[in-house]
């Protein structure tokens, strides 16, 4: 049973272009959720989705994020012009959403650097 | 707001001593609590949890201890291995949403 897989692992841009960070979560999961984290500091909450459905988008920022978990295929964060801030590992988690079932299994992140 | 605070930032303890990490949470309706282990450059990994219905839980080395109360958790790593070493998250999953909240981490060194 493969973990949550993402990709790429790392990723870099120039400041305004877009990146996009797919999220494959494990096998009978069906939430998936992202987190960011800047260097030396702890995981902070994006937003979380089930499939077609955002669920809590509160610790995302209103502009140039988005993220999408469709019907088919993986979830994707997206960060549209990127600034040199947006440099940091982003973690996807998934989890089986059933109740009773809260542990959330880490992906390796993707470590993104706008230059 | 939902917060969680987490102490200390470092901790260094010779190996074969006890660690103990501390945290504290401000939403009393929080009824799971995970702890994560994260190496360098790696994916945090779940190393024990614990819900709101039990007061300690305990798994070889690692135990963690909760204090619904006080709002305290504690994780407690006893005879500790140079691959102990790593930065340790705690966290606090709020019932009004399933996003987890983390503490700050603490870096565990352990000295040979």
């Known amino acids: 049973n493969a973990g949550v897989m993402q990709n790429p692992r790392h990723l870099v841009r120039r400041r305004g272009q877009e990146a996009r960070l797919r999220c494959s979560p494990m096998?009978?999961?069906?939430?998936v959720y992202w987190y960011r984290q800047l260097p030396e500091e702890g995981l902070k909450f994006m937003v979380y989705?089930?499939?077609?459905?955002?669920?809590?988008e509160s610790g995302m920022p209103k502009e140039r994020f988005s993220a999408e978990f469709p019907k088919e295929g993986p979830s994707i964060l997206r960060i549209q012009q990127v600034v040199r801030g947006d440099s940091a590992a982003y973690f996807c988690?998934?989890?089986?959403?059933?109740?009773?079932?809260?542990?959330?299994?880490f992906g390796p992140g993707t470590r993104l650097t706008v230059l | 707001g939902e917060n969680v605070e987490q102490h200390p930032s470092t901790l260094s303890v010779q190996e074969g001593d006890s660690a103990v990490i501390k945290c504290t949470y401000s939403?009393?309706?929080?009824?799971?609590f995970p702890w994560y282990k994260q190496e360098l450059g790696k994916r945090p990994q779940l190393i024990i949890d614990?819900?709101?219905?039990?007061g300690e839980k305990k798994d070889q080395r690692i135990a963690v201890t909760l204090n619904k109360t006080a709002k305290h958790f504690s994780l407690h790593i006893t005879e500790t291995q140079p691959e102990d070493s790593a930065v340790y998250f705690c966290?606090?999953?709020?019932?009004?949403?399933?996003?987890?909240?983390f503490g700050s981490g603490t870096r565990l060194s352990i000295r040979p």
């Open positions: 939403d009393s309706a929080s009824n799971y």
């Open positions: 988690a998934s989890s089986p959403g059933q109740v009773g079932t809260d542990t959330q299994y």
């Open positions: 096998k009978g999961h069906s939430h």
């Open positions: 966290a606090a999953m709020y019932s009004s949403a399933s996003k987890i909240i």
């Open positions: 989705l089930q499939k077609e459905n955002i669920i809590d």
């Open positions: 614990i819900r709101s219905n039990v």
